[in-house]
């Protein structure tokens, strides 16, 4: 049974890898209730982590959450600090995705103590990310870049291949708003190339979301379009209303800057919508200042 349940577990994990969600979650169940029948709840909480993964990754932050704690409590007061720490990181990006910065940082420097502690590499990556996520909200573009750049070093110190590659998608994101178009693109480039090699659906998703902007600010408005289009799809394919919502958004900006005001209303509103949903009031209040703002420039 035991062997059975780690088998389950390991397809939850490498599904869950590749944005197979349904197939994911169902090889997870399955494993975490044979993990519950032989009382091995540390096993029980690592189903549960990924399942909170999951459903972060697909914008159910509310069921996420209650993923995380469950395993918090399925683990009580068992000495298993990696796994309490990846727990902690989890909750802080919920936080950092509802503009809880302090709170999100708080919950990073956490993880990071036991990760130190363990001096566990690929960990080490994550929360590293992690912290640059939450000074990339807070737009301090310099702190982000020196943690994306620790994050990419740990990460290949361990060769943790989907760190790397989300790190030189920041990069290229935090370049593209220094206006140093030559770097962005080198970065997004980098990471295409490392999320083809590993089939990171999410992270090819979104690169052509970023490049998208990058050629947006260039002003190349056509390609601009059709990377946006290409990061909808398959973000609508992975069920993330997360990043459909974030590339719906930059859409918005695009439609409004080409004077196409209709069309950037409509995205607005769809962005507006999902993000709504997924109930991120920062992000709710940042939209309907755009439409607003385009109500007002539209009757002037």
């Known amino acids: 049974n035991k062997v059975k349940a780690k088998a389950l577990y390991g397809l939850g994990d490498i599904y869950s890898r590749q944005a197979f969600w349904d197939k994911s979650i169902s090889s997870l169940n399955k494993a975490k209730i044979i993990f519950k029948n032989i009382n091995n709840r540390y096993l029980a909480a690592k189903c549960e982590n990924i399942l909170g993964t999951i459903k972060a990754e697909m914008g159910d932050l509310k069921t996420a959450r209650e993923h995380f704690e469950t395993a918090i409590i399925l683990l009580g007061s068992k000495k298993s600090d990696i796994l309490k720490g990846m727990l902690e990181s989890h909750i802080g990006i919920l936080e950092n995705i509802q503009g809880n910065y302090d709170q999100a940082y708080i919950h990073f420097q956490k993880a990071l103590y036991k990760f130190e502690k363990d001096n566990n590499q690929q960990r080490l990556s994550e929360v590293h990310h992690n912290i640059g996520m939450v000074y990339l909200e807070k737009k301090n573009y310099k702190s982000a870049l020196k943690e994306?750049?620790?994050?990419?070093?740990?990460?290949?110190?361990?060769?943790?291949?989907?760190?790397?590659?989300?790190?030189?998608i920041y990069k290229a994101f935090v370049y593209n708003k220094l206006k140093d178009y030559t770097l962005a693109n080198a970065f997004a480039i980098k990471a295409m190339d490392i999320a083809t090699k590993i089939k990171d659906r999410l992270s090819i998703a979104d690169i052509y979301k970023i490049r998208g902007s990058i050629e947006r600010d260039k002003q190349n408005y056509a390609l601009s379009e059709n990377y946006f289009n290409t990061s909808l799809r398959i973000n609508t394919e992975l069920k993330n209303i997360l990043n459909q919502a974030e590339t719906l958004y930059e859409m918005g900006f695009l439609y409004k800057q080409t004077k196409a005001f209709k069309k950037s209303k409509t995205n607005f509103k769809k962005s507006l919508e999902l993000y709504s949903t997924l109930k991120i009031k920062a992000k709710i209040k940042e939209v309907k200042e755009q439409l607003s703002l385009l109500s007002t420039n539209q009757h002037s």
């Open 148 to 168: 994306f750049n620790r994050a990419f070093m740990h990460a290949n110190k361990s060769d943790t291949w989907q760190i790397m590659c989300i790190s030189c």
